[in-house]
């Protein structure tokens, strides 16, 4: 599902929350089955975040080739996480098309 748009790659952002119904034990054993784990193919993974944080205990960003792949991501780790991936471009890319986006807004437009 790597879309481009006039040039510009979007990328996703996964947010996981380890859900508050699972036990301590659970949250531990998905620590160790994710040093076995690999991105499903077709996810090209920028980078991936475990901060130091009681809401969030991971932020992935990737690329996918397909919706198949954010559906075996989500599927493989919803029994412990509750996850939320969200369409993102990086600063630079925004910063490049906000310009032509503004101009666009209808809300902006000079009214006649």
């Known amino acids: 599902m790597t879309s481009i ?13 380890f859900r508050p119904t699972v036990p301590a034990a659970e949250r531990d054993g998905a620590l160790i089955r994710r040093s076995t784990w690999k991105y499903p193919p077709g996810v090209q993974v920028v980078a991936e975040y475990w901060p130091s944080s009681a809401s969030v205990q991971v932020v992935s960003i990737f690329s996918a080739d397909s919706s198949e792949a954010l559906l075996e991501l989500e599927l493989e780790w919803s029994d412990v996480f509750d996850i939320a991936i969200y369409p993102a471009v990086s600063a630079e890319d925004g910063l490049r098309m906000g310009p032509d986006v503004f101009g666009r807004l209808a809300r902006l437009q000079q009214l006649p």
């Open 5 to 17: 748009y006039g040039g510009i790659v979007v990328d996703f952002v996964a947010l996981l929350s």
